[in-house]
């Protein structure tokens, strides 16, 4: 298991206790959501597996040995993308933000150059590269933030919220990215409250609830499970929504228009075979 989160506890000073024993894995090349409602303890999770936050209790194992042991070297191979992408951008220009973190892993400038303009390139930011990030939209913020940690190719990709406020196109981008990322063999974790994304994307999910972690079960059952969802105080996808009240919810009902598509094109052709 590339990842696990083991038991973990966390509390703020002089606050609550936020996670109460909160477990759960992802392994390489596979993309693990963890849902749950606003203030339930997402992003101090994604925090903790990211080595940023110590846990009062338990423990963060990258490839069963423990994270704090492998620390600052594993940096590397982790990559924490933030929700407010303002939190994360500080260099002058895009250019600027994308080479930060290949400057300290790179050996020459033309080695960090060179994956620049990869990176420009697979994420289509020529015409915003020398703009700085304050000016830009918030998609397109975003879609920064996921690329300057792409760029580095890190083996673990921990996302907040990453769709949170975005139009329908960088939405796709960033469901293609993860795709990819998913074939190459990384694991990404995703912490969202945007049930198509979640839907779109994820093999298995985790629900947080009051602070402890249930599930972990494939994206399906989850999601077509009402009790799971009214803890992560989320409807069903769309399409389920809409094939449950047409009456026509069945075992394996499709949770995307790209699966009710597939699940239609098979049922069309079947008839003519």
């Given at each position: 298991m590339l990842l696990r989160v083991d038991n973990i506890g966390f509390e703020y000073p002089g606050g609550p206790e936020i996670l109460k024993e909160a477990t759960f894995n992802a392994d390489k090349?596979?993309?693990?959501?963890?849902?749950?409602?606003?203030g339930s303890g997402k992003t101090t999770l994604?925090?903790?597996?990211?080595?940023?936050?110590?846990?009062?209790?338990?423990?963060?194992?990258?490839?069963?040995?423990?994270?704090?042991?492998q620390l600052p070297k594993?940096?590397?191979?982790?990559?924490?993308?933030?929700?407010?992408?303002?939190?994360?951008?500080?260099?002058?220009?895009?250019?600027?933000?994308?080479?930060?973190?290949?400057?300290?892993?790179?050996?020459?400038?033309?080695?960090?150059?060179?994956?620049?303009?990869?990176?420009?390139?697979?994420?289509?930011?020529?015409?915003?590269?020398?703009?700085?990030?304050?000016?830009?939209s918030i998609g397109e913020k975003r879609i920064v933030a996921l690329a300057s940690i792409i760029a580095y190719?890190?083996?673990?990709?921990?996302?907040?919220?990453?769709?949170?406020?975005?139009?329908?196109?960088?939405?796709?981008?960033?469901?293609?990215?993860?795709q990819e990322a998913k074939k190459s063999g990384k694991v990404v974790v995703i912490a969202?409250?945007?049930?198509?994304f979640v839907a779109s994307v994820s093999d298995r999910i985790y629900v947080i609830d009051r602070g402890s972690i249930i599930g972990g079960i494939n994206a399906r059952s989850i999601l077509?499970?009402?009790?799971?969802?009214?803890?992560a105080d989320m409807?069903?996808?769309?399409?389920?929504?809409?094939?449950r009240e047409l009456g026509l919810e069945s075992e394996n009902t499709p949770m995307t228009i790209r699966e009710l598509s597939k699940k239609a094109c098979s049922e069309k052709t079947s008839k003519f075979t």
């Open positions: 090349g596979e993309i693990v959501a963890i849902i749950g409602p606003n994604l925090m903790v597996a990211a080595g940023l936050l110590d846990p009062s209790k338990g423990i963060v194992y990258v490839e069963d040995k423990p994270l704090r042991e594993i940096r590397s191979r982790i990559g924490l993308v933030f929700q407010e992408p303002d939190d994360q951008l500080f260099n002058p220009t895009v250019y600027e933000e994308l080479a930060f973190a290949l400057r300290q892993l790179l050996n020459s400038v033309e080695e960090v150059d060179e994956k620049v303009k990869k990176i420009t390139k697979k994420f289509d930011l020529k015409e915003i590269i020398n703009k700085p990030p304050y000016k830009l190719d890190p083996d673990i990709l921990l996302l907040d919220e990453p769709t949170a406020n975005l139009s329908s196109r960088p939405v796709k981008t960033i469901e293609e990215i993860l969202s409250h945007d049930v198509e077509s499970d009402d009790s799971m969802l009214a803890i409807n069903p996808p769309l399409v389920l929504q809409t094939l």
